[in-house]
């Protein structure tokens, strides 16, 4: 007789303590935020996959699919959610902000003009938006580029097939205890103190695996 | 809901969008326009002019905050009470239809009771055929600015389900935030008042359209050669008439 294994998602715990992020998030944004918002979805995504065909899937590819080329099946506002906010989490840390380094400034620099420029524009881009959403910087598969978009309410540029490397959440519930309506001083915090530049690096090298931002390697015959 | 909420909802929501839309409309063809006009020629058929959100959301805020009132809740009465009878069963029925709709609403917007004068869906449309069928109440959810407006229903009662109306008090529980709002805060008073204009509005409405078709049809009745006379006074003559009396 055959055991039929059944495993659904878990939970990811930051990879920081709940106050780590003080005074520019607080303890109690963390834990609202991660505790119940991002747990709610955890909980909604396993009760849509106890019945759904996408049962087995990776969370990634349950995104894409799920998006079914922008006429969303019921499982995709969870399911992005959840990868969307374990990306939040992972693109902070105590103590970050400040300037990126090496090969990622250097990309920065060429597809920006500037670091100032990314900043500003990564900045519109959030104050931009109406209603709740996430801003990126993510690397355009195609163009071989990074580039700032704001999304609304659970998309990311998975969606488009893309790589994001920063998501910013613009919900109101990511902010609102800490700042209320002031949503700039919450992107420049997050910018100046939280982004962790080691995500970033290490997220970058894994893109490179997938999109070639150097010179195209010929080998000259 | 607490005076924190209040404070921030009303005093930085509601009015940076009334800020953001006198900076935007000074000056143009709109700024003469009543405000409910604003919101519907600023929808654009479902393309909406950058001022739309802060027009509609404006004129939301302003309909969220008379719908409330202290001690609220209890029991709607009279007229609006044998509707909502009719249309949803009973008073439990119509709270669990708002309670799935606010839940289901992803992301921000608003819950709404709306009167349903015609049949029509979409767009800016007027009904050319009322039915006795599509006089009745429903309930609709409208994402981040929309408002029923827009599809020509009448709202009757807004509930403010973006995050910023409950998550100081409420968190992450919609559901808690809709119940408490159903039970203590609603007024049903205004509510009622709405109704009746709304009935007044839509058969008022529906007695110009009846009129134009009858004339319509006398046209076509008429044998060819013959014209028909429009013996309706003009409105010059209407006026004079108004002053005899």
């Given amino acids: 007789r055959a055991y039929r294994v059944t495993a659904y998602y878990g939970l990811t715990t930051p990879p920081y303590e709940l106050d780590a992020l003080e005074p520019y998030m607080s303890k109690r944004t963390v834990e609202i935020h991660w505790g119940k918002h991002h747990n709610e979805h955890v909980e909604k995504l396993n009760r849509h996959l106890k019945t759904s065909a996408f049962y ?17 099946l019921v499982e995709f506002n ?20 400040s300037m990126p380094t090496g090969g990622v400034l250097d990309q920065i620099e060429k597809d920006f003009g500037s670091f100032t420029n990314f900043k500003d524009e990564f900045t519109f ?65 997050f910018l100046d103190h939280l982004v962790s530049w080691h995500s970033v690096m290490v997220r970058m090298m894994r893109a490179e695996a997938f999109v ?7 080998p000259v015959a | ?58 004129w939301n805020h302003d309909f969220f905050w008379e719908n409330m009132k202290p001690g609220g809740g209890g029991n709607p009465s009279g007229m609006l009470s044998e509707m909502i009878e009719r249309d949803f069963g009973s008073l439990d029925e119509l709270a669990k239809q708002i309670q799935n709709a606010a839940l289901t609403q992803f992301g921000s917007g608003w819950v709404w009771l709306a009167y349903k004068a015609h049949r029509l869906g979409v767009g800016n449309d007027i009904n050319p055929r009322p039915s006795g069928k599509d006089k009745r109440l ?21 509930i403010d389900v973006w995050e910023h109306a409950y998550h100081m008090d409420y968190e992450n529980r919609r559901g808690d935030y809709v119940s408490v ?65």
């Fill in chain 1, 56 to 72: 087995g899937h990776t969370l990634e590819e349950m995104v894409k699919a799920t998006y079914n080329n922008g006429s969303p």
């Fill in chain 1, 78 to 97: 969870d399911a992005s959610s959840v990868w969307s906010h374990d990306f939040f989490w992972e693109s902070m840390q105590p103590k970050g902000g």
């Fill in chain 1, 125 to 189: 881009a959030s104050l931009s938006l109406f209603g709740p959403g996430w801003v990126w910087l993510y690397l355009k598969r195609n163009e071989k580029k990074l580039a700032v978009a704001p999304t609304q309410n659970a998309i990311s540029p998975l969606v488009w097939g893309d790589i994001p490397i920063i998501g910013l959440d613009m919900w109101e519930h990511a902010y609102y205890l800490d700042y209320k309506d002031d949503r700039s001083a919450y992107v420049n915090n």
């Fill in chain 1, 212 to 218: 070639n931002l150097g010179e195209p390697k010929i």
């Fill in chain 2, 1 to 58: 809901m607490s005076k924190e909420t209040v404070e921030y909802h009303w005093e930085r929501h509601h009015k940076g969008h009334v800020d953001s839309l006198n900076a935007i409309v000074q000056g143009t063809e709109f700024a003469e326009m009543k405000l409910e006009n604003m919101v519907l020629t600023s929808y654009n058929e479902g393309n909406p002019l950058p001022f739309f959100v802060h027009a509609s959301q404006v």
């Fill in chain 2, 138 to 158: 429903v309930v609709v959810k409208t994402p981040n600015a929309v408002s029923p407006l827009v599809w020509d229903y009448y709202p009757l009662l807004a």
């Fill in chain 2, 181 to 245: 709002f159903l039970d203590k805060l609603i007024s049903w008073d205004v509510v009622s008042c709405r109704l009746e204009n709304a009935m007044v509005r839509a058969s008022k409405r529906e007695q110009m359209e009846n009129r134009k078709l009858l004339w319509e049809q006398l046209k076509e009745q008429t044998p060819i050669g013959k014209k028909v006379v429009d013996s309706r006074p003009t409105p010059k003559a209407r006026q004079k008439m108004k002053r005899r009396r």
